[in-house]
């Protein structure tokens, strides 16, 4: 396990309630199969225990994160959803567990039609807020989670939306790059994945919007951030947070975004960057 700064780098990033700490999930926190370290999980708990406010800051749906931050145990503070479209506060004396405090929505028709004209093979789904997906079709089993039911792709164009997902079985994400270079896609916000998946968000909208509007609330000064991840849709993220660090398994564009690096998820790379945290704490 290799991490390129040295423990001062982080010398403004001291753990406690005046510092922020916002990871990504996969490829950051969880394996690419979906589990998550015990190494991880220590580092995580004991970040969050000296009162640093740690927010996940995901792709994912709200549903989706809710199981992440139970088993890290975070069940109070905030996380960031739908790459930013989705803000919510954890709270556990509230039913559920968390609010909605800040939705950003969008007219998805125009979008949804372009992309259908130049990929007539495209699944697409919106996000069902805090219950699910509505899709045109049937994704391959196990990629949403929640309750999916299928609806009419005008029906779909009609309401407003904090996400369009695409999903083409076959296509990869150097296929869905082309895409949008060839749809001439604007007003919007996108993010390809890692696997052959496209998230359409509002424009302006990402996981850094999303963030200054917690790190606003939390009075948390900017440079006492920190960011995490490794994919593209971390690059605004890795923009805005006083230390950036990308993942060992992102790609160059999104290395590229980031000041510091650290080893891939498999080599437990998130470790050295909070023990780093932990470590200003006690210098």
Not at 71 to 89: I, P
Not at 94 to 101: A, D, H, K, L, R
Request: one cysteine or more; proline letters at 5%; glycine letters at 10%.
């Amino acid at each position: 396990m290799s991490i390129s700064f040295e423990p001062v780098a982080l010398t403004d990033i001291t753990a406690g309630p005046t510092s922020l700490v916002a990871l990504d999930i996969d490829g950051t926190i969880l394996h690419h199969d979906g589990t998550m370290s015990e190494a991880v999980r220590t580092a995580v708990q004991e970040v969050a225990a000296t009162g640093t406010h740690v927010v996940l800051s995901t792709g994912r749906s709200t549903h989706a994160c809710l199981p992440v931050l139970a088993e890290l145990g975070l069940d109070s503070g905030w996380a960031v959803c739908s790459n930013g479209a989705v803000v919510a506060r954890l709270d556990p004396t509230i039913e559920g567990g968390y609010e909605f405090t800040d939705i950003v929505t969008f007219d998805p028709g125009p979008t949804l039609r372009l992309l259908r004209e130049h990929l007539p093979e495209g699944i697409f789904a919106v996000e069902d807020l805090g219950r699910g997906y509505a899709v045109t079709s049937e994704f391959p089993a196990g990629e949403l989670s929640g309750a999916v039911r299928v609806i009419d792709f005008e029906q779909m164009c009609a309401e407003p939306a904090v996400r369009v997902t695409v999903r083409a079985p076959g296509l990869g994400s150097a296929d869905f790059h082309d895409l949008v270079n060839r749809s001439g896609l604007h007003g919007v916000s996108y993010a390809v994945g890692w696997t052959a998946w496209l998230d359409i968000a509002p424009d302006g909208v990402s996981k850094a919007s999303a963030l200054e509007l917690v790190r606003q609330r939390l009075d948390v000064p900017p440079e006492a951030t920190l960011a995490a991840g490794d994919g593209q849709n971390d690059i605004e993220m890795l923009g805005w947070a006083g230390v950036s660090v990308a993942m060992g398994g992102a790609d160059e564009v999104t290395r590229a975004a980031a000041r510091w690096h650290t080893g891939p998820v498999e080599a437990e790379g998130l470790v050295p960057v909070l023990d780093a945290v932990l470590r200003s704490r006690r210098e």
